[in-house]
C-alpha cells in the first residue's frame, strides 16, 4: 500500500515533468544539535591560482537532512560541477577550467521548506591563460565549454577543407544521467525513564522516501543546453516539501528544484533556480526560481540580468516563476571592459533594479510581512595593476523603498500612509600587496598585503534584491602576512550606528581589534627538508571588542536609568599546539574570555572563563583507529563570587572489518557544577553503529548501490540540587535504522 502510494504520485510528476529526485542519504533520527554552518576555502584571496587548479571548499560540520549546498562563481551557478566527500566539495579545474580574472565565489546553503541563504563569500582570482588572450575569451568565462570540452580557438576555426568545416559545424553531443534513490527510516525501539518522558507521537516510526534527478547535456554546434531537475516525496507528511505552507493538501511527491541552461554562441540563458545581480547593496546574487541572462555584446561590453520571482517557490505551480507580475524581482547590468585582454583589469557596472513583493512568506516561514517596492540604481567599479599586486572594488547604490496599499493588513484603508523614502550606500574593498616573495634569507621569503574595507549605508536605507544593514558605517583596516612558513594576521574595525545623530535615540560605537599567527617550531628549530614531528605547529589568536554608548539619549527615557547605556569589554585569545605523527597525533588547546562590564552601577558584573581542552588520535592501521578527547572548563561570576565548572570526555573508535563495513562507537561524560557544590549534572551517551555500502556499476544506465545502518544510542542524565533538595534522573535508549536503494 505504501509503495503503491508513492508510485501513483510519482508517475504524475514524472509524466508532467519527466524528472527525478536527487539522492538523499537516510539520516538518523538521533543527531547532534544544528551548529551554524561555515565554508573554508583551500584557496588565498589575494593570490591568483591557475585555471586548472583544484579548489576546495570545507565545511564545519556534516549537513543534516534537507540540506545541500549551492554554488555559484560570479554568475555562474557550477553546484553539479563540485565533488563531494564527506565535508569537502572540489572543483576539478583540469576538467572545467576556472574562470580567468577575478570572480566572487558565494556559497549558499540550501533547506527544504526554506529559501536559500548566504554563508560564505570568498574572492577567486585565477590567472589568465595564452589560450584566453588567444582566442579573445570574454572577462570572467573559461575557454571551455560545458562537460569540459575545448572551445575552438581562432586557429580551430579556420579548418583546412571544407569537409571539416562542415563536420565541426555538426558537432552533436548528448548525455543522460539520471539517478533514483528509495530510503527506509525506521526507529524500531525507544525506551525512556520516567515513563512519562516517552513522546506521545512517533515514538517509533517507518519511513519510506524516493528522491531523485535527471540529468542531461546536449550540444549541436555552437548550441548547447543542459538541465537538472530534483524532485523529493516522502510518506511521512510532515516531511514533505510544501507542508509548511500547504498542510496534510502537500504533496506526498514535488518538484523541489530546476535548472535549464541554454547556450547560443557566448550568450547564455538560465531558466529554474537561478541567482543574479553582483551589486553589494542593489541586487546581491538575488535567488529564486525565474530568468537570467549573460549576453557578452563584444569583448568590451556584456549584459547580464534576470527576472524571478519575489520569493522560494516548490512543486508545480508558477513553474517558471513568472506568473506573479506583482511579485517579482526584476534587474539588469550593463558591463564595460575596459582592457579585455586583461579581465577585471579595469571594469564598470551600471545596474538597474525593480522589485514588488506581495505579502507572501518564503517557503516555510511564520512572519508578519507587508506589501513592499524598491526601485534603484547602482555602480560597481574593479580595477587592479598588471601584477595585480593592487585591486580595488567600489560600489553605490541609490534606492528608492516604499509600502504599498495593503488591503490585508489594512482591509479598510484607514491606516496612515509610509512615506517612500529614497537613501544610498556605498562601499570601497581594496587590497594592496606592499611586499611579494622578498627574500630574507636564502630559504624564506616575506610576503605582506595591506587590506582597506569601508561600508557605509544610510539610515532607512533598503532595496529588496540585498540585505544590508542600515544606519551604519564601518570600517575595517588590516595586514596579512607570512615569513616562510610562518603566518599573521593584524587588524582593526570600527563601526557605528545613528549616522544622523539623532539626540533621541541611542548611538552605539564598536571597536574591534584582532591579531592571529600560526608558526611551526620547524621554521626555527632544525631543517626544514625533514621537520622533527617533536616540533608542535603553534598557533595564536587575540580578539578585544569594545562596546559603548556614545551619550545619553536625549528624551529617550535612557536618562531615567543611566546604567542601561551598554559599555562592555570582550577579550577573547586562544593558543594551540599540536604534534602529527605517522601514526598519532596530540593537540592542545588553550582558551580564556573576559567580560568587562563597564557600565554605571554594573561594574562588578563581570565575566571569567578558560578552557584546557586536550585531544589524541591513534590510527595503528588503517582498519582501525581511536581518538579521545578531555576538556576542563571554568566560568567565574565575579559579581556573585560563583564558579562553575565543567569536565568533558569524549572516547571514539572506528573500525572497518571487511571492505565497505564500518562499526562504529562513541562514548561521552560531562561533569558540571559549581565550586560550593550545590549542584551537579552528569550526562552520558554512549552510542554504536554498523554500517554497510555497496555499488554496482556496468555502464552509465546500469547502476546499482545501497547503504544500510542500524545504531543504538543510550543517554543518561541526572541533576542534583543541594538547596532545592532534588534529584532528578532520565534515560533514554533509541535504536534506529536506514536502508537506502540507488538505481541508475
Known sequence: MIFHRITKHALKVISALVITALICPAATAVHASREDLKVTPNFNERLAVPANAEIELVLNRTLERGERIAVTIGQMDVTALFRQRATTYAYDGKRFPLPAGSSIVTVYLVSIGESWSEIARHALTVQPRAADLDSGSEPGKPPTEPGGAKRPTSTDAEPKSATAAIEKKTEKSFKFLPSFSISM??????????????????????????????????????????????????????????????????????????????RVGKAKFSLGHTSFGNNRHLVNSFSSRGLSINIPINKRFDITGGVTNGTSVLGLGNFFGLAKVRHQVQGATFGIEFFPKRPNAMRLEVSGFNGYLQALNNVGERRIVDVERSRGLGLRFIASDKAERFKIEAGYALSRFFNAKDTTLDPTGTAVPVRAVMRSAYYI???????????????????????????????????????????????????????????????????????????????????????????????????????????????????????????????????????????????????????????????????????????????????????????????????????????????????????????????????????????????????????????????????????????????????????????FADAYARNRRSIEFSNTQTRTKIMTAGLTVNLF
Do not use: C
Open 429 to 711: 574593498d581594496s587590497t594592496n600587496q606592499l611586499l611579494k616573495d622578498m627574500k630574507l634569507t636564502k630559504r624564506k621569503s616575506l610576503n605582506l598585503s595591506f587590506i582597506f574595507k569601508l561600508e557605509y549605508v544610510e539610515p532607512l536605507y533598503r532595496s529588496l534584491g540585498a540585505s544590508p544593514s542600515a544606519d551604519k558605517s564601518t570600517q575595517d583596516y588590516s595586514i596579512d602576512g607570512s615569513f616562510g612558513e610562518i603566518t599573521f594576521q593584524a587588524g582593526h574595525r570600527r563601526s557605528n550606528d545613528n549616522l544622523r545623530n539623532i539626540p533621541s535615540i541611542l548611538k552605539l560605537l564598536t571597536r574591534q581589534n584582532r591579531f592571529s599567527a600560526a608558526l611551526p617550531l620547524s621554521a626555527f628549530i632544525g631543517g626544514t627538508d625533514k621537520p622533527s614531528p617533536f616540533l608542535p605547529r603553534l598557533g595564536y589568536s587575540i580578539d578585544q571588542t569594545n562596546s559603548l554608548g556614545a551619550a545619553i539619549p536625549v528624551n529617550g527615557g535612557f536618562e531615567i536609568s543611566p546604567s542601561t547605556i551598554p559599555d562592555l569589554s570582550n577579550t577573547n585569545q586562544i593558543a594551540s599546539s599540536a604534534w602529527q605523527f605517522r601514526k598519532f597525533n596530540v593537540s592542545y588547546t588553550y582558551s580564556r574570555s573576559y567580560a568587562d562590564n563597564r557600565q554605571q552601577g554594573s561594574e562588578n558584573k563581570d565575566q571569567l572563563g578558560w578552557v584546557h581542552g586536550v585531544s589524541v588520535g591513534l590510527n595503528p592501521a588503517e582498519i582501525v583507529s581511536f581518538n579521545v578527547g578531555f576538556s576542563f572548563d571554568s566560568q567565574r561570576n565575579v559579581e556573585l563570587s560563583q564558579v562553575n565548572r565543567t569536565q568533558n570526555l569524549n572516547l571514539g573508535t572506528t573500525w572497518k572489518p571487511f571492505k565497505n563495513a564500518t562499526f562504529s562507537g562513541e562514548l561521552s561524560q560531562a561533569l558540571a557544577g559549581d565550586a560550593a557544590k550545590t549542584s551537579l549534572t552528569r550526562n552520558v551517551n554512549y552510542s554504536g553503529q554498523f554500517a554497510y555500502s555497496f555499488s554496482l556499476e556496468k555502464s552509465r544506465f546500469r547502476k546499482f548501490g545501497t547503504q544500510a545502518f542500524v545504531r
Open 185 to 262: 527510516e525506521s526507529q524500531p525501539l525507544q525506551s525512556n525513564f520516567p515513563i512519562d518522558a516517552r513522546p506521545e507521537k512517533r515514538a517509533t516510526f517507518n519511513d519510506f522516501n524516493l528522491t531523485g534527478s535527471l540529468k542531461a547535456e546536449g550540444k549541436v554546434g555552437n548550441i548547447s543546453a543542459d538541465s537538472n531537475f530534483d524532485l523529493a516525496g516522502s510518506t511521512f507528511k510532515e516531511r514533505t516539501l510544501q507542508f509548511g505552507t500547504l498542510g496534510r493538501k502537500a504533496p506526498d511527491i514535488d518538484l523541489s528544484s530546476y535548472l535549464m541552461n541554454f
